[in-house]
């Protein structure tokens, strides 16, 4: 899991933090060793190293970038790691972000950059009960406790306001870092990712789930953006990132133990077993509907629409209210449709 929003003072002070180092940098750059036409990409993490890499490794491994011209560079991220002032200042080439209002909350605090592409087409948070107890709906919330993890209050606020539901006919309490509130019984339901099986195990079958997106709110997860300079002077790295990881992604789908290898080759911290049982439900949310209808990694622009207007009817941005073109964009995605598609 990682952080929903973003404050603008510490986009700010971040950004003067590391301009100086990135001044100093070529955001996309030849390597030395390699062929004088490589480019190496750096992909700036908005968290720890984990699963949802599984795609860009096994590109990376197989030689899907390489044939393109370029070379990825997978920048870890972390608690006190702000991934998206260091793509903002250009200290990285691209980001990867848990969930896309993290990118239209940075716009609107003044960082120039935009989202290209979405690797979970439907967001994979989601509140967990107990069959006993079941919260299966927005509207079964009601008089109930929920645990919710602070930087993820933001959502729940959303999701009762998108339904309908007064925030006073809610307990809204601070999750701790695991399920214990809901197996104790001092929380009706608990919140987290449904690809993170480890922590899931604990509820068992006793379980009913209620996404996110089922909700009414549709996130995106997994999300690239890079800056305006990058999409104005090297739409044609972007593009090869993009073929590459969408072959990558593809090739994890239909090979799943192996990309689960290729996984535990750079994060060998990782559990085998774990990540075995939690590739399947992971590729739900990278594979279905919207892919076979528009490719690995598309996104649409009602959907940002609706993702501003949630947040903005909340008071959460800083600055200007931001438009869907300010936060995303389609020109990779639209330059690499055949093999997105051929993929999705």
Known sequence: MSHFMMNRRGFLSNAAAVGAIAAAHSLINVSAGHAADTATIRMQLG?????????E???RKKGYYSEKGIELEIVPGGPNVDGVAGVAVGQSTIGQVSSSPSVMLARSAGAPIKAFAAGYQKHPFAYFSRKANPIAKPEDMIGKTIAAIPTSVILLRALLAKNGISEDQVKIVNMGSDMNQLVTGQADAVCGWLTNVNALKVLGDDRVDLTLWDGGIRLYANVYYTT??????????LSA???GSARGWGYARDNKEEAVDILLESYPNLDKASELEAIGPLM???FNDATAAVGWGGMDRTNWEEQIKTYADLGQFQG????????????ILDATADIRKSVG
């Open 47 to 55: 968290w720890l190293p984990s699963n949802g890499l599984l795609g």
């Open 320 to 331: 200007a209210v931001p438009k869907a073109e300010d936060v995303y964009t389609m020109a």
């Open 284 to 286: 739900k949310f990278v």
């Open 228 to 237: 305006d300079d990058q999409l104005e002077n090297h739409a044609d790295h």
């Open 241 to 243: 990132f993009v073929a």
């Open 57 to 59: 490794l096994v590109a």
